[in-house]
Nanobody, 115 residues
């Protein structure tokens, strides 16, 4: 089975930066479309950034210009560089295929942006 393990979250202040990592195991998932998703309390889980196997990227409107998704195929890892963080970015962040597969959801990593 495929497993995704997210890391790098934490408590930061508005304007700070974080880099999230998603380590994949079980298959060569880096060959396929990947995405970062996030879910805030009481809200649905939505994608925020996507990347193809060839490295093309797409971003949700709320994070354009602030977040950058990338991948390291040799490490089978996807990253999310988050700059200029806002309180509205507070959520649990997950990685998965794009489109997502339900059985592949991991524990996510908590990002809290607060003064």
């Amino acid at each position: 089975q495929v497993q995704f393990v997210e890391s790098g979250g934490g408590l930061v202040q508005p304007g700070d930066s974080l880099r999230l990592s998603c380590e994949a195991s079980g298959s060569h998932v880096s060959l396929f479309h990947m995405a970062w998703y996030r879910q805030a309390p009481g809200k649905q889980r939505d994608w925020v950034a996507r990347i193809t196997g060839g490295g093309n990227t797409d971003y949700g409107d709320s994070v354009k210009g602030r977040f950058t998704i990338s991948r390291d195929n040799a490490k089978n890892t996807v990253y999310l560089q988050m700059n200029s963080l806002k309180p509205d970015d507070t959520a649990v962040y997950y990685c998965n295929l794009a489109p997502s597969i339900d059985n592949y959801w991991g524990q996510g990593t908590q990002v809290t942006v607060s003064s």
